[in-house]
């Protein structure tokens, strides 16, 4: 089994920068990709962004120019820097691992506030 623990989240002012980092664990296959998600309250979890093993990443357009999405595969660890924050980003940050097989992994989430 895969356990997911995520770090780097608090209180940031607008206009900041944080970096959240997720550390994989357990039973870890090479090929499987990794991504963020957040969820704020009212709103469904929606894709913040994702990197495959390969290298490739995707970003939802609310984030496209401020993250990036890194992993550092020796580790079973993706990072994702965030700049230029907004308060519209506050969301409870949720960290994934999907295997080939289709097995998902979800870590316990860490919480982002962007407020002055």
């Known amino acids: 089994q895969v356990q997911l623990v995520e770090s780097g989240g608090g209180l940031v002012q607008p206009g900041g920068s944080l970096r959240l980092s997720c550390a994989a664990s357990g039973r870890i296959f090479p090929f499987y990709d990794m991504g963020w998600y957040r969820q704020a309250p009212g709103n469904e979890r929606e894709l913040v962004a994702r990197i495959t093993a390969g290298g490739s990443t995707n970003y939802a357009d609310s984030v496209k120019g401020r993250g990036t999405i890194s992993r550092d595969s020796a580790k079973n660890t993706v990072y994702l820097q965030m700049n230029s924050l907004k308060p519209e980003d506050t969301a409870v940050y949720y960290c994934?691992?999907?295997?080939?097989?289709?097995?998902?992994?979800w870590g316990q989430g860490t919480q982002v506030t962007v407020s002055s």
């Open positions: 994934n691992l999907q295997s080939l097989g289709g097995a998902t992994y």
